[in-house]
């Protein structure tokens, strides 16, 4: 199940792997999404969260950017940020987000061995908290 709608004029998407009792869930992601301004995409199931965020940086530190990072958060508390191949030559407005960040910004809800919608809920909440955390910096 997926949803589209427009955020500051670029299509994002919300989805939720399962049953119709997820509808519920992906209307909050759809909201959240609507709601944080550099929240790009973000879709689960039982086994892992996977969010899209707009990150600033500058390239050759003087021309300014916007990135998307992707992360995935699995079931069993494993965690990986993955930043565009081109971050390199860029300076991240206020600093990467590494996977310990975001998993210390998740809580235990991530070690357990299937996410509830509720826990799906939280580890998308806790990831978006760890990439607003280094932007307030």
Same mark, same amino acid.
């Given at each position: 199940?997926?949803?589209?709608?427009?955020?500051?004029?670029?299509?994002?998407?919300?989805?939720?792997?399962?049953?119709?009792?997820?509808?519920?869930?992906?209307?909050?992601?759809?909201?959240?999404?609507?709601?944080?301004?550099?929240?790009?995409?973000?879709?689960?199931?039982?086994?892992?969260?996977?969010?899209?965020?707009?990150?600033?940086?500058?390239? #050759?530190?003087?021309?300014? &950017?916007?990135?998307? !990072?992707? +992360? /995935?958060?699995?079931?069993?508390? *494993?965690?990986? %940020?993955?930043?565009?191949?081109?971050? #390199?030559?860029?300076?991240? &407005?206020?600093?990467? !987000?590494? +996977? /310990?960040?975001?998993?210390?910004? *998740?809580?235990? %809800?991530?070690?357990?061995?299937?996410?509830?919608?509720?826990?799906?809920?939280?580890?998308?909440?806790?990831?978006?908290?760890?990439?607003?955390?280094?932007?307030?910096?």
């Amino acid at each position: 199940k997926a949803a589209s709608c427009l955020n500051n004029g670029h299509e994002v998407s919300a989805a939720v792997s399962g049953s119709s009792s997820d509808d519920a869930l992906k209307s909050r992601f759809e909201k959240l999404i609507e709601e944080k301004e550099h929240v790009k995409d973000i879709s689960s199931d039982d086994s892992k969260v996977k969010t899209v965020y707009k990150q600033r940086g500058k390239l #050759f530190g003087f021309i300014p &950017v916007w990135m998307n !990072v992707r +992360s /995935e958060v699995r079931a069993g508390g *494993t965690a990986e %940020v993955h930043y565009p191949w081109y971050s #390199f030559l860029a300076r991240v &407005v206020g600093g990467k !987000v590494s +996977s /310990e960040t975001v998993l210390e910004n *998740t809580g235990s %809800v991530a070690k357990s061995d299937k996410l509830s919608t509720s826990d799906q809920e939280a580890v998308a909440n806790g990831t978006i908290k760890a990439f607003e955390s280094v932007e307030l910096k």
